[in-house]
Nanobody, 114 residues
Framework: QVQLVESGGGLVQAGGSLRLSCVAS??????????VEWYRQAPGNQRELVAS????????TYAESVKGRFTISRDNVRNTVYLQMNSLKPEDTAVYYC?????WGQGTQVTVSS
């Protein structure tokens, strides 16, 4: 059974940085062969796609609101997906979820204070 565990969230001041990690266990495939994504959901809002990386890392996409500030990456040996978040803004406050293929993590809270 695939399990995804996110970590790295927390409270940070505006302008600060955080790096989220998502460790995948129980997978029977190489992480490189599936798309990986980060989503977020703020209270009262729908879950939105923040960043994605295609199979083999050939392409990445970002929401307009995070372009130039967030970077998605993965370590196929450690079965880990990362989201580097810089220049954080209060509007980035949300629960962040990773998605590997069709499986979701439980989420990690990111709170950015002004």
């Amino acid at each position: 059974q695939v399990q995804l565990v996110e970590s790295g969230g927390g409270l940070v001041q505006a302008g600060g940085s955080l790096r989220l990690s998502c460790v995948a266990s129980g997978i029977s495939f190489n992480l490189n062969f599936v798309p990986v994504e980060w989503y977020r959901q703020a209270p009262g809002n729908q879950r939105e796609l923040v960043a994605s990386m295609s199979r083999f890392g050939s392409s990445t996409t970002y929401a307009e609101s995070v372009k130039g500030r967030f970077t998605i990456s993965r370590d196929n040996v450690r079965n880990t997906v990362y989201l580097q978040m810089n220049s954080l803004k209060p509007e980035d406050t949300a629960v962040y979820y990773c998605k590997v293929s069709y499986d979701w993590g439980q989420g990690t809270q990111v709170t950015v204070s002004s």
